[in-house]
């Protein structure tokens, strides 16, 4: 997926109210960009960072600019818009370029299912149905460890109960892990910051729900999909 407008480089002043961030740019101005991260960002969101923003001139956006990258000035980078992962994994299903998927010919975003929730994709084709939900990781406290969640996520638990009653129901369930980072070659549970999230993953593959994870490649051009990487309960 490339972005659709340059990148254009800055430095992070502060985050706050989680969607806002100041920024500097190289010649000096200032300005705020929205910030597409409803998490912590532990991490990735002090003061002084390198990040990457994608201009705008769309006159009914307030924000003229989007965060897109940390850049850790050391070859990697981190994407921190959480939208970016259903969209780059929308066109590699639609490719087939996913391995570990059963087979399937039909591809489904944003369908409802369970008590009022949404699955981020629904794919059908031989046999049952696949329901994959997707998360954006981002966090790693160790040197090529990635973990999820960067903080409480109720509704990411939520999601691995809808998962587990389709897995019970003879559905084929998965949890999808993209991690947002390239400086990371295996995944796990942060299931200090999070108990009860671990708790409901512990349900949820006792119940039959598998799970994928993979990395990307990323640079101020775009971000595609990488490797499939371990993750470790």
Known sequence: MEFATPLVPARLIKRYKRF????RLEDGREATAHCANPGSMMGLA???????LE???DPKKKLKFGWRLVDHENGHFTGVDTSVPNRA??????????????????VRPEVKYGENSRIDFLLSGDG???YL?????????QSGLAEFPDSVTARGA???VELARMAKTGHRAIMFYLVQRTDCTAVTLAGDIDPAYKAAFDQAAAAGVTVLAQGCRIDPTGIILGD????RP
């Open 20 to 23: 806002l961030a100041d920024i």
């Open 46 to 52: 002090e003061p002084g960072m390198k990040v990457w």
């Open 55 to 57: 201009p705008n001139d």
């Open 89 to 106: 994994l929308m066109a590699a299903l639609m490719a087939h370029e996913v391995p570990g998927l059963p087979a399937y010919d039909l």
């Open 128 to 130: 049952p149905d696949t």
């Open 133 to 141: 939900e997707v998360k954006s990781v981002t966090l790693s406290r």
């Open 158 to 160: 939520k999601h691995l």
């Open 228 to 231: 499939p990487i371990p993750f």
